[in-house]
């Protein structure tokens, strides 16, 4: 069968440039985007491409030729004095190559670079924000405008005079003109406030913080763009009029489309001119701009920032290279749309849309049930995703997201991929709901959600497999049956082999069988079931403890233990007996009910006590003044450590709080102390240190 003939290329650039403009409404105009950065790209590309093979169906209004869309007829139109041009772009390191053998080449012809020489350049982060021009007279702001399609932007200068990181008035000796060339922004931890609070008040949310920043800078009303956590970094200039000449004669030619009228700079590279925009008090990310020389040091550049990308408090898309050279940039000059001195170097697409083919649910270690999308298979930040996390029920209900939906999928970095939205208008008719299974995927037994919480939890326990290793690591603790030598990989080792399925397995375990385990001699093999044998009689307080109960402290174990003094009484007791107990509120008594009525925790206790487990009761110290008093300890002393004062102090009856309040008896203070001791002084409580700790237990 003969592949279908491809449009003619006189129609395949007309319907390029309609689905470009039309993306291009969506995203400037009404800040609804419908595709990724990559896809966008893909699109670009593709019309480039053509259009340099057909250099005849080149237009003056085709995208290509231009940057961004048209003003908004809301806002006042701008003309920017100087054009606010756009960057090539590199995908591939062979692109920086071609890049900076341009460059080098030009300017060895031009002699201004020797034959052994590299050229020198000036590397900026590439910020993920909304482009802006800002006009100062004098040393004031009088108006600042959007990039709009390059040579005219919209008006945004009510809503720009809100934004406290740019300057109203500029210090120093300051220009007649000066035009900043910026981005604004907005940080990743203010954008997931910000979407917080909107949806909260029912309002639109955005998709990512570019989005976000778009949207509130644009917003008629200057009120609401004054609420929002908007940020400003200056990269380059526009217009300059006004100063002494200090820079060479070559660079006084005026860029493409310019006013005639010469500006003039006081300094004749970008990296200076930055600094010399910082003095006036502008904001310049000086942090990470780097200066670098050859095609070697834009990728050493490039790899150092992608490895920081996921931990910049701000989204990036990639990095800009610039001839840090002016006299050097006015002899490379422009293309069309471009200069030829700079790069947009882009990190692969953090950002892809794919179709969500189910959701199922993942059990954690501490037995949090994760909702997890299943989806067709995209290429997305540097490796090809096929799940991503949803987070919790409530943020599936909050982003509206449907099995069968067509996805936004984001990944930064090592960070987990995660579903950012629906793609709405090409949501499929019958897209399903997600509903919370009420049984875990694992082990069978009941999900619950409590209405405070947003996560839901298997009650399984320590009957669910999933939970298995985190509940034996927890049981085998210092604080809990305290079995030394049952650390993470020995732990790991005897789930992976099936040896262990519950915690009552422990206890049949022999050293024969032990010393067959990676890095297990046969004397760890020996220590280790000693240890094991040795917790066959732990206080109820551990063993209570032990269990893993949510909300079932060290202490409340303890207080729990010496209140009833027999296991099978803590499983029986309802909610409002465990309320009996001093310092136990609803929310454990709750807990340690639910954890009691599932069955299979109630088996595995049956089996402790098959395998010889038995609990000795744990009464309260009696005529002691320590008996039922609240003590906190903060800071490090001399030679006890946190666990040993806990010890003594429980022994003589008393109590450990993590937090300091007005029934705490006395804070035990150390080296270091922070801010529990600041409290302890401010309410009056009586404070001490190691040594008048042991004069109260009697041990000095």
């Not at 970094?233 to 060479?248: H, I, M, N």
């Amino acid at each position: 069968m003969s592949k279908a003939s491809s449009p003619p290329p006189a129609e395949a650039a007309a319907r390029l440039r309609a689905e470009i403009e039309q993306h291009n409404v969506r995203y400037y105009v009404h800040d609804e985007p419908s595709i990724t950065d990559a896809e966008y790209d893909a699109l670009m590309r593709e019309l480039q491409a053509l259009e340099d093979e057909h250099p005849e169906l080149v237009t003056p209004d085709s995208p290509t030729q231009r940057v961004g869309a048209a003003p908004l007829a809301e806002f006042g139109s701008v003309r920017h004095a100087v054009p606010m041009l756009s960057l090539g772009n590199a995908f591939a390191e062979d692109d920086v190559t071609d890049f900076d053998k341009r460059v080098s080449d030009t300017l060895r012809g031009a002699g201004l670079l020797g034959p052994a020489e590299a050229p020198r350049y000036f590397c900026e982060l590439k910020l993920d924000g909304l482009a802006i021009s800002l006009r100062y007279e004098d040393g004031v702001l009088v108006q600042a405008a959007t990039r709009g399609d390059g040579q005219t932007g919209e008006d945004v200068t009510a809503n720009i005079r809100t934004i406290k990181a740019i300057p109203l008035k500029l210090k120093g000796d300051v220009p007649r003109v000066l035009e900043v060339r910026g981005e604004v922004l907005m940080n990743r931890a203010e954008f997931e406030k910000l979407n917080t609070r909107q949806a909260a008040r029912g309002e639109k949310v955005f998709v990512n913080p570019r989005n976000a920043a778009a949207g509130s800078l644009r917003q008629l009303d200057p009120r609401i763009t004054a609420q929002r956590p908007l940020r400003f970094f200056a990269y380059s200039w526009g217009e300059v009029q006004g100063l002494a000449r200090t820079t060479s004669d070559r660079f006084d030619e005026p860029v493409p489309g310019a006013a005639r009228e010469v500006s003039t700079l006081p300094h004749d590279t970008h990296g200076e001119m930055l600094d010399w925009l910082a003095s006036l008090g502008l904001p310049v990310n000086v942090r990470y701009n780097h200066k670098a020389e050859g095609a070697a040091g834009l990728m050493a550049f490039y790899e150092r920032i992608g490895a920081l990308r996921a931990d910049l408090p701000y989204d990036i898309d990639g990095v800009v290279y610039k001839v840090d050279s002016l006299p050097a940039q006015r002899v490379l000059g422009f293309v069309s749309r471009a200069p030829r001195w700079a790069l947009a170097h882009k990190f692969p697409a953090e950002e892809a849309t794919t179709e969500l083919l189910d959701i199922e649910v993942q059990v954690g270690r501490t037995g949090a049930i994760t909702p997890v999308a299943r989806l067709k298979p995209v290429f997305v930040g540097g490796v090809t995703v096929t799940n991503a996390t949803l987070h919790n029920e409530d943020e599936i209900r909050r982003k509206d997201v449907r099995i069968g939906d067509t996805v936004v999928v984001r990944r930064a970095g090592d960070v987990i991929p995660e579903v950012v939205g629906p793609v709405l208008e090409k949501r499929p008719e019958g897209a399903a709901l997600f509903v919370m299974p009420k049984a875990c995927p694992v082990c069978g037994s009941a999900i619950e959600k409590l209405e405070d919480e947003a996560i839901a939890r298997c009650t399984g326990g320590l009957f669910c497999g999933a939970q298995r290793k985190q509940t034996l690591l927890h049981a085998a603790g210092r604080k809990a049956l305290d079995i030394e030598g049952l650390g993470e990989k020995v732990v790991d080792q005897l789930v992976d082999n099936g040896w262990v399925k519950s915690l009552a397995d422990l206890y049949g375990l022999n050293a024969i069988k032990l010393a067959t385990l990676d890095r297990m001699g046969q004397k760890s093999a020996e220590n280790l079931v000693a240890a094991i044998q040795a917790a066959r009689k732990p206080a109820l307080g551990r063993l209570l403890f032990a269990l893993g109960i949510r909300h079932v402290g060290e202490t409340t174990a303890r207080d729990i233990a010496r209140h009833f003094g027999d296991i099978q009484r803590i499983m029986d007791a309802d909610e409002e007996a465990l309320l009996a107990v001093p310092d136990v509120g609803p929310v454990v008594a709750g807990s340690i009910h639910r954890f009691f009525a599932e069955p299979h925790n109630r088996e595995i206790i049956a089996a402790l006590a098959e395998k010889g487990v038995h609990p000795e009761a744990e009464a309260a110290p009696e005529g002691t003044e320590l008996a039922g008093k609240t003590f906190v300890l903060t800071g490090t002393m001399p030679t006890w450590t946190r666990e040993e004062a806990t010890r003594h102090i429980q022994a003589a009856g008393g109590k450990v709080s993590g937090s300091v309040s007005k029934k705490t008896a006395y804070v035990v203070a150390g080296d270091d102390a922070g801010s529990k001791l600041t409290k302890a002084q401010e309410l009056g409580v009586a404070i001490l240190d190691e040594d008048g700790l042991k004069a109260l237990l009697g041990m000095a």
